[in-house]
Structures are given as C-alpha cells and as structure tokens.
DNA sequence: TTTTGAGTTGTTCGA
DNA sequence: GTCGAACAACTCAAA
C-alpha cells in the first residue's frame, strides 16, 4: 500500500494542468483537502459573489473528486498537522499562491511543517511566469505594462505546456461526513441573489473547457476590435475560471497560440499579459489594495456621499450605459472590460468618490473579483496607479455608449424599461422630448431616474482639483 | 551618461 | 463636419 500524501487545493480547482497534484500523484494516494480560510482573504473578508462561485467550483471538484474532498474551516496550519498525526502523511502539496500575505502564510506553514519532519512541494500552477522572474535589466521590477509584457514576458522562458490530467490518481478513503462544503456555509441564506447568479454560469473544470472552445471558435476571431462592443460575443468571458484555477493560464496561452499568429491572437494573449501585470504589481507593492502608488493623490478631496454611492451601486445614476453595466454586475457577478472603465470612471471621476468604494463594491460583486486584477485595474482608472490612465482621460458615459453600443442593445439587455426608446435617445433619455418619452412609456424620476450629476460639470471639478495637486507639489 | 520617444482603452475645443 | 492639439508627469529603454 502506497503512503499517504495531502494535496491542497487553494486556487486551482481542477486536475488537469495541476503540476503540484501531478506531483503528488507519483508519491502516494491522496487526500484532497480544500480549507476556507477567512483571514487570508485580504481585507479580511472573501467576497459575496466568489464565496457563491466557491460554493459551486467545490461541489463540482468534489464529484471530480469521486466525493472524496474534504473541506475545512479554520486555521491552515492546525489542519495539515492534525491530518499529518492521524494519516502519517510525510509530504504536503500545493500550488502557490502570490498574494503577499498569502506567501507568508505559506512560508511559515512550510517551515512549520519541515520543523517535524513533512516535506512541503510546492509548484506554479496559476501564472504564466512567476513575479520574481520578471524583471528590468537593472534587478528592479516593471512599471509599465508594455516593455513588462514585451521585453520581460515575451523574452523570458516561454510558458510551460499544459500537463494533462494525472494518469493513475488513487484517492485515499478517509471517511469525514463532517467536513463537507455545506459546512463552509458558503451560499448567502438571506435571499435568491446567490441562486440567480449561478444561474448564469456552468461552475466547474468543463464548464471552463466549453467556455474556452466558444471563445476559439467564435470570439477571438472579431477579439481586437470586438472586445469593445458589450453587445458583442467577443470577449472570453473566462476571468472567473482563471480566478478560481479551473483552467490554467498556460492551458488559455497554448490554446489561443495553436490558432496561428495575427493581431487578434496576439492581443488575447496581451490580455493574459495584464493578468500577469497585476500580480507582479501586487507581488512588489503590498500596500496595492489599499494605498494611492502615487502618494500625492492621498491629498485629493474625495467626497463622501453615500446616497451617491448608493446610486452607483444600484445602477441608478440616470446614465444609462452606468447603469446597465452596474445591473449586469450585480444580476451575473460580471461586467463587461469596457463597461468596467466606464463605470470605474464615472465613480472616481464624475461622483468623486475615492475608488476604494468601487474596489470594495467590485470585490463583493465579481465572480472573478481577484485581489491583484482589481486593486491594479482601480488604480489604474483613478489615476494613481503606477502605469496609470493619465487624469485628464475621463471617460463620457453617453459617448462611450454611442460609440460603444450605437443601438443601445446592451443597455436594453439591463435595463429593460428604455426598451421602448428610440436609439438616438437611449443613453442621454433626459434630452428626449416629452412626447418621445411619453410613448416610450418612461417617466423620468418614476420608472428611471433623472442624471445624479451633470457630466460636464463633475469632470471639470475633478480636472481642476487634479490640477490642484499638481501645484500643491 | 544623456537624450529622446513612447506609453491599453479619451474628450473637448478651436481652426 | 473633420482634424489636430492640448490636456501631466514620469518611467522605461533604445540610441
């Protein structure tokens, strides 16, 4: 009888392209374990719509699993060294995390461990190159995405082929009815927003695998310029599975690079480029989810406006591409890349409201919410990120919808009460005249709400106190 | 060593 | 109606 291994599953919910469990499998049988652990969320708290994500990753990994995971609640370390007395395990295996405060915990579990005598392995299973192996030629890291991507990913060692899933896995038996994923309490229990949400996703390593073939053979075709239209059916869609590992980034690279070689290809791959940004970003800049890169916007004078905020949230800000964008957000667990700059500037730029309302609110909503994309992405829009989008770039959430979605599609997707309005009006409806309105059956303030601010007005405001700054240095 | 041009995603204004 | 300039400051990397 072969001897006992743990395999950890932490962010990479799938068996194939799993080198740390492919590991694992050549040493002994496995007991798969899965262990929620709170504290190490970041800000404390794992978010809403990835606990419901979670919930469902678990169960189908379980089945995978042949009902064999075994899920836990509390202190990792209290975990491993209880399974490893009672099952005589000499070896722990996991994929790494790069969260910093994730690596430390793992650092100290690590030498926790060795301290009696189990040998921890651990293995890349979640990004393309590992942060530390990026660098400039002066031993200092990147801070702008370009020669990031071209000149340190590009050049460097290519990503490696994906593995297929372990050949002969054997699964130790280990009978524990307590330690199941209802136990981790993962699903809200208030009201039907958890059930609604997964309503409109297949949660699982197949569901990740349809989900990347509908992109290759229809989205990456039109990706370049397609990529824009949230109307369209051009963009992967595949966030949250990378999120949550049940694809592997390699297996998305290698997949998009069999296609061949043109401007759409190379631009997909771009985008898994900036994925590889954020965590090289987060990797040498702890304090990325929570303070200004650029220290001189700790000076600019934020408001606080929670009716504001409110409206944002609720996607009632009277601008109807916002809204639609909020309201997809909050009924799919999702948002559009460019909706996502639109509202992400109309929060930061148009309300003024400090971004960490939008990081927060984004954390609780997104299925795909991951601590390095979102930090970078809101500091990005805001401005005081290290490669960031220049101040005076605000985005015009009526232009942005007529270039965007001319027909107004996507806004009637989400806000079904402008269906009824003709496009020229259906993302400014307060220039519609009365009669227009009227047989649209909209009256504003009543069935939809009139703007919250007006946008040249507010842009001007953050424009001249951005301009503050600057002379205040 | 210093200089120089470029850098994901935009808007407005005036000629 | 179209088009180019202006809207910062700073990093990076090639020359």
New binding site residues.
């Given amino acids: 009888m072969k001897q006992k291994v743990i395999y950890w599953f932490r962010q990479d919910l799938r068996l194939s392209d799993n080198p740390a469990l492919t590991q694992a499998c050549q040493m002994g049988q496995i007991i798969p374990i899965y262990i929620l652990d709170h504290r190490h969320a970041g800000d404390g708290k794992q978010g809403g719509a990835t606990c419901v994500w979670l919930h469902h990753a678990l169960t189908s990994l379980h089945q995978d699993l042949d009902q064999k995971l075994l899920c836990y609640q509390a202190d990792p370390i209290d975990i491993l060294q209880t399974l490893c007395q009672q099952h005589q395990v000499k070896h722990v295996y996991w994929n790494r995390c790069y969260e910093p405060w994730r690596m430390e915990r793992d650092r100290d579990i690590k030498s926790t461990l060795q301290a009696t005598g189990i040998q921890v392995h651990s293995d890349n299973g979640s990004v393309l190159w590992e942060p530390w192996t990026i660098q400039?030629?002066?031993g200092?890291?990147?801070?702008?995405?370009?020669?990031?991507?071209?000149?340190?990913c590009l050049q460097a060692d290519p990503p490696r082929q994906p593995l297929s899933k372990p050949g002969a896995m054997v699964l130790a038996d280990i009978d524990n009815p307590k330690n199941t994923i209802d136990a981790l309490n993962l699903l809200p229990k208030k009201f039907k927003w958890g059930q609604t949400l997964a309503t409109h996703w297949n949660i699982s390593e197949k569901g990740a695998h349809n989900q990347l073939q509908t992109f290759l053979s229809i989205g990456i075709k039109h990706y370049k310029e397609g990529?824009?239209f949230p109307a369209k059916p051009y963009t992967s869609q595949l966030s949250p599975y990378l999120r949550f590992g049940q694809i592997s980034p390699n297996q998305v690279w290698h997949a998009a690079l069999q296609l061949g070689n043109n401007a759409d290809i190379d631009?997909f791959l771009?985008?898994l480029g900036?994925r590889e940004?954020s965590y090289h970003l987060l990797y040498h800049n702890h304090q990325l989810p929570t303070q200004n890169l650029?220290p001189k916007f700790d000076r600019f004078p934020w408001q606080e406006d929670a009716t504001k905020l409110a409206a944002w949230q609720t996607g009632n800000t009277g601008y109807p591409m916002v809204d639609a964008g909020m309201r997809q957000l909050w009924q799919t667990g999702y948002m559009h890349?460019?909706v996502r700059?639109i509202v992400g500037s109309f929060l930061v730029k148009n309300l003024l409201l400090h971004w960490h309302h939008g990081e927060r609110w984004f954390w609780d909503c997104l299925v795909d919410a991951d601590m390095a994309s979102n930090s970078a992405?809101w500091q990005?829009?805001a401005?005081c990120g290290?490669?960031?989008?220049?101040?005076?770039?605000?985005?015009?959430?009526i232009?942005?919808g007529q270039?965007f979605d001319p027909e107004g599609q996507y806004v009637k997707r989400f806000i079904p009460e402008l269906k009824h309005l003709p496009g020229e009006f259906i993302h400014c409806p307060w220039q519609a005249p009365s009669l227009v309105l009227k047989a649209a059956g909209i009256q504003l303030g009543h069935h939809y709400p009139e703007p919250i601010v007006d946008?040249?007005a507010s842009?001007q405001a953050a424009?001249d106190a951005?301009?503050a700054l600057?002379?205040e240095?």
Avoid: C
Wanted: net charge positive; no cysteine; hydrophobic share 35%.
């Fill in positions: 400039k030629t002066d200092t890291p990147f801070k702008v995405f370009t020669p990031f991507y071209r000149k340190g990529r824009n631009h771009s985008e900036w940004f650029q890349n460019r700059m992405s990005w829009i401005g290290a490669d960031a989008a220049p101040y005076f770039r605000v985005f015009n959430p232009t942005q270039k946008v040249k842009r424009l951005f301009a600057k002379q240095q």
